[in-house]
């Protein structure tokens, strides 16, 4: 919406109101002046002609008195009306055609860091846009963009309304997006298309997180656009941040007995990658500290010199007393000048157990390898159960997280829908070819299965065993043995794959030395539906020995745990990006009372506070619990160079800085005239009072006759 | 008789005395026992016989006449013998139009004063152009003056013939009791209504305001002096008309015509009073440049001094006359 102040003459004013009443107060004399002239008292007159002859003498000078008298008055409330509107002198009125001003400003997460001066810097960018805006002339329709959200509030006239709105900007836990506001004002700006000038304001701390996504390309600008930007900032004050947290598994498995003894000691570790931004940083270490419930753990970490970021595992503090999800608050020690990335909420889901079924015909002598790694301490949270894959049915794969083809090639082909249907459900498949040469399966498997490779049915032999190599995917699935698994598969030997043609988004967790890939995944589908992990080999001693190797065993525990972690939609949120939900309301658990996003029918939702939530679905109990944290990356504060600024846009000039660069002859001084039109009022009083005097100094007098 | 009036007749005298007075005759009384009050008090009375010369004392002779001095002296009687005054004719002309009707000093409500007075509720220069016609009146009879009056606007309204009898007053005092008219003022009409009955040589007192056309007035004053008459012109203007110290924005009506003008007051006073300057002069010069007396009464004021002015004149004139 254009708001626009009224333009008087090449006059502006801020609050217009006042000046209608000023208006409105010349009717006050007119009336007083009208009433004295309907008060007048009738006198009968003797001398008549003495009194003809004398208003015949005086007629025009008291005329002219009295105008000027009741011009006098009438100026006086008009004035000081005007002086109220706050009047500003409109310089386009005479240089031609106002500028279309757009000011960017950051109110980002890095818009909370203190600086030196203890001051934020949104606090210092709206003292930039302050001062800039008592450069601008009035009558420039000013827009305000901010830079989290990247919404635009005006245009408008009014300064004092501008500066409301700079006033009002509070900073948001939202990563500023740079980059997008220019082009948001890009697009403002060519939708004007009048031929207008154009300028375009930045006012921000120049931090390293406020530049989103720097491998885009630069906004073009062409030289109708005139670039400026408040001073950069080249200092970093201190500041530890965690960049990321991301548990090496997103769910905790139940003990049967409730005890809380812990089924596998991967489940309760996390990543934390902490990075530091500023100087030297003068502390040598940092504590982390992690609580979860009732309990928690601490460690500290050393910063050698020169280091800027470190990744390493946390314990998390897992509390097993109850079925209900975990969450963890990492807490990062000791707080410095941005003191909103110290803390990241974690959260793990409660899984009662795992429900797998294999198919498999097992030939006569064989060894099923699958289920010895999948259940070696005979587990009552895994629940293993295998059938023959000709006698699957619709009821087999009922409350079934995993299913793992192991004879594929036995699958009947109307079978095949049971599977999908597993898949869109949200449960996964893991399939290895069958030990035998008959490749006819892959055919239907190809056509009826909705992922990113081809079966082949070539088998490559290899004339001398070939070994397993890590690929870069590996980490997404096998983060918690990654540390040992370069060790596990150095042992591995592959003596025959079948070859997979990977396509587009093919997640290749390991692969042979030669090259094949020899583990590969779907990547998580957005619709909900699990993933496919393939092998290129079947668990078969005359194909491979990994059987037999150690790897065995925690490859499958964590290929079955990634699995089912992948499994449903994600409970970890970040700040600003858009979640699927279903209809419920989010409580913070800091304060349940207190709804912080309250939605009966949502589409998504986007978290503005990191924080721990529940979801109440329809007023019902818990339904589990979220986490939403700042994006990664977005808290650093490290400030960018002017290369990188300049980065930003393509134009012909580049940004001009104020208070520097700027010429002075470009700064068009808009100063109020308020304090002219109360100077003019003054005199006018004055002015007033003596004519009135003066005037009618013959009351004052007395001649005699 | 230069002073007739003293403390005692000032305050017989003045307006606000007389103004409370009503009916006229009450007021009439009020002025001659101010004005015989004046006499009493002045160490000039008895100069309305003038001693003349002395002669010898005859049978008969009324004894309160011998000058024992004399007598002392010489030892011889001798009679005083006075210059008797009974040829002088006064004519009191009372100007009656409607600007006589003008008064700004309120009269206190239920003591009544003349019809006008009672219609503005103000003592009114003819209320004050009467009280001074009235003691001049008496004040001549008692000098074995032959008065005569008339009221007069665009012409003669009331007259009452010339005689010196004690008993005339009341007549004249019936007459001044009238009201003024709405008619204008026209001296040269009245001037010649009233030379065509008096041909003898005569003391005319002219009580007006004279607020009219000074070409009218130099031509009735010229036929006056062509008549070898004497004039004495006693100009009534009231308080207001004379200060113009209005403060509030009025609609001036004139009083003997339908002008109108709607002014402010304060904003024309100083040009107001330079006119009414203007017109006083002009008024005083051909007054005196025809050897005629002048005196301006403000309304307010009391009415003795107009009878001293009558009283002088009075005196001169009948020197230059009976001394030739």
Not at chain 2, 59 to 67: N, Q, S
Request: proline letters at 6%; a negative charge; glycine letters at 6%.
């Amino acid at each position: 919406m254009v708001v626009e102040s009224p333009h008087i003459i090449g006059l502006v004013f801020i609050t217009p109101w006042m000046a209608l009443l000023g208006i409105a107060g010349i009717l006050i004399p007119l009336a007083i002046h009208l009433l004295f002239r309907r008060r007048r008292t009738t006198m009968e007159w003797a001398a008549m002609h003495l009194v003809q002859q004398a208003w015949a003498s005086r007629k025009s000078r008291v005329r002219i008195e009295q105008m000027l008298l009741l011009i006098s008055r009438c100026l006086i409330p008009l004035l000081l009306g005007l002086a109220l509107a706050q009047p500003l002198f409109d310089s386009n009125w005479f240089s031609g055609g106002p500028v279309n001003r757009y000011i960017i400003i950051e109110d980002g997460i890095t818009s909370m860091t203190r600086t030196d001066s203890g001051r934020t810097d949104l606090e210092n960018a709206k003292d930039s846009v302050l001062r800039y805006l008592e450069t601008v002339p009035a009558g420039d329709p000013i827009t305000v963009i901010t830079m989290s959200d990247n919404t635009t509030t005006g245009p408008t006239t009014n300064p004092e309304t501008i500066r409301r709105i700079i006033s009002g900007i509070e900073s948001s836990h939202l990563p500023s997006d740079l980059r997008t506001s220019v082009s948001v004002a890009s697009d403002l700006i060519e939708a004007l298309d009048d031929g207008s000038r154009s300028e375009i304001m930045l006012a921000t701390g120049y931090r390293r997180g406020s530049l989103s996504d720097g491998r885009r390309d630069p906004v073009v600008l062409d030289g109708s656009v005139d670039l400026v930007r408040n001073t950069r900032q080249t200092s970093a004050p201190d500041n530890l941040r965690i960049v990321d947290v991301v548990p090496n598994r997103s769910f905790v498995l139940a003990d049967a007995d409730g005890s809380e003894r812990l089924r596998n000691a991967h489940s309760s570790t996390a990543t934390i990658t902490i990075a530091r931004d500023g100087p030297e940083y003068p502390q040598t270490s940092t504590s982390i500290l992690v609580r979860g419930g009732t309990r928690e753990s601490n460690r500290n970490i050393e910063w050698s010199e020169g280091r800027r970021t470190i990744v390493t595992t946390i314990d998390l503090p897992v509390d097993r007393t109850s079925d209900a999800d975990e969450a963890f608050g990492v807490e990062i020690l000791p707080t410095d000048s941005l003191p909103e990335d110290n803390l990241w909420y974690l959260n793990m889901g409660s899984v009662d157990g795992i429900d797998m079924l294999i198919l498999d015909r097992p030939a006569p002598g064989s060894t099923s390898w699958i289920p010895y790694a999948l259940d070696p301490m005979s587990s009552d949270t895994m629940s293993l159960r295998t059938i023959d894959p000709v006698s699957l049915i619709e009821s087999d794969i009922r409350g079934t997280d995993i299913i793992i083809v192991v004879r594929p090639d036995l699958v009947p082909s109307d079978s095949m829908r049971h599977l999908i249907t597993h898949l869109e459900s949200g449960g996964s498949i893991i399939i290895a070819p069958p030990a035998s040469m008959n490749h006819g399966w892959v055919d239907s498997w190809n056509s009826e299965l909705d992922v990113p490779w081809e079966w082949d049915q070539q088998v490559r032999i290899h004339d001398r065993p070939t070994g397993l190599s890590i690929t870069d995917d590996m980490v997404d699935h096998l983060r918690s043995i990654g540390t040992e698994l370069e060790t596990l598969l150095t042992p591995v030997a592959v003596e025959r794959i079948q070859i997979i043609t990977p396509r587009d988004g093919c997640e290749t967790i390991l692969g042979t030395t030669n090259g094949d890939p020899f583990l590969i995944a779907s990547p998580p589908s957005r619709s909900g539906s699990g993933s496919v992990i393939a092998f290129a080999s079947p668990m078969n001693t005359d194909w491979t020995d990994l059987p037999t190797r150690p790897l065995m065993v925690p490859l499958f525990q964590e290929l079955i745990r990634d699995a089912v972690s992948r499994n449903g939609t994600t409970s970890q949120h970040t700040i600003g990006v858009p979640v699927e939900s279903t209809p419920g309301r989010f409580e913070s658990m800091r304060s349940t009372r207190l709804p912080i996003i309250d939605f009966l029918n949502p589409e998504t939702v986007v978290f503005d506070t990191p924080g721990h939530w529940i979801l109440r679905e329809d007023g019902s109990n818990p339904d589990r619990i979220h986490s939403s944290n700042i994006a990664p990356g977005s808290s650093s504060t490290s400030p960018i160079d002017d290369i990188e600024i300049r980065a930003l846009v393509d134009h012909p000039v580049g940004w001009i800085e104020l208070d520097s660069d700027r010429p002075d002859s470009t700064v068009v001084n808009s100063a109020s005239v308020t304090r002219y039109i109360i100077l003019i009022l003054l005199v006018l009083a004055v002015g007033e009072t003596v004519l009135s005097r003066l005037f009618t100094h013959s009351r004052y007098r007395n001649p005699g006759a | 008789m230069t002073d007739p009036t003293g403390i005692r007749a000032e305050s017989y005298l003045s307006p606000e005395t007389l103004s409370q007075l009503a009916p006229f005759d009450l007021r009439a009384r009020m002025i001659v026992e101010g004005v015989r009050s004046g006499f009493h008090a002045s160490p000039q009375q008895g100069l309305s016989v003038q001693f003349k010369q002395h002669r010898p004392y005859t049978a008969g002779d009324d004894v309160k006449h011998l000058d024992w001095k004399v007598y002392a002296r010489t030892d011889r009687l001798s009679v005083k013998q006075y210059e008797q005054e009974t040829n002088l004719d006064i004519v009191v002309l009372v100007d009656c139009s409607a600007s006589m009707r003008f008064g700004s000093m309120g009269v206190k409500a239920g003591w009544g004063g003349t019809r006008a007075s009672g219609s503005t509720s103000s003592w009114t220069k003819f209320d004050h152009a009467t009280a001074t016609a009235t003691a001049i009146a008496w004040m001549c009879l008692q000098q074995s003056d032959r008065v005569g009056l008339s009221l007069f606007s665009n012409g003669i309204k009331q007259t009452i013939g010339r005689t010196s009898s004690i008993g005339h007053w009341r007549r004249i005092v019936s007459v001044l009791s009238s009201e003024p008219v709405d008619d204008t003022t026209d001296f040269e009409r009245t001037t010649e209504q009233v030379l065509s009955k008096i041909t003898n040589r005569s003391l005319f007192v002219v009580i007006s305001d004279f607020l009219q056309d000074p070409a009218s007035i130099r031509s009735s004053m010229a036929r006056f002096r062509h008549n070898k008459h004497d004039v004495i012109c006693l100009q009534v203007l009231d308080h207001q008309e004379i200060e113009f110290d209005l403060q509030d924005p009025s609609l001036f009506l004139d009083m003997e015509s339908d002008d109108r003008l709607r002014v402010d007051p304060p904003a024309i006073r100083d040009a107001y009073i330079e006119a009414l300057a203007s017109h006083q002069e002009e008024i005083r010069s051909l007054l005196t440049g025809f050897g005629f007396d002048h005196h301006l009464l403000d309304s307010r004021e009391p009415v003795g001094p107009a009878l001293a002015r009558v009283a002088a004149r009075r005196s001169s004139w009948l020197k230059s006359h009976h001394g030739r």
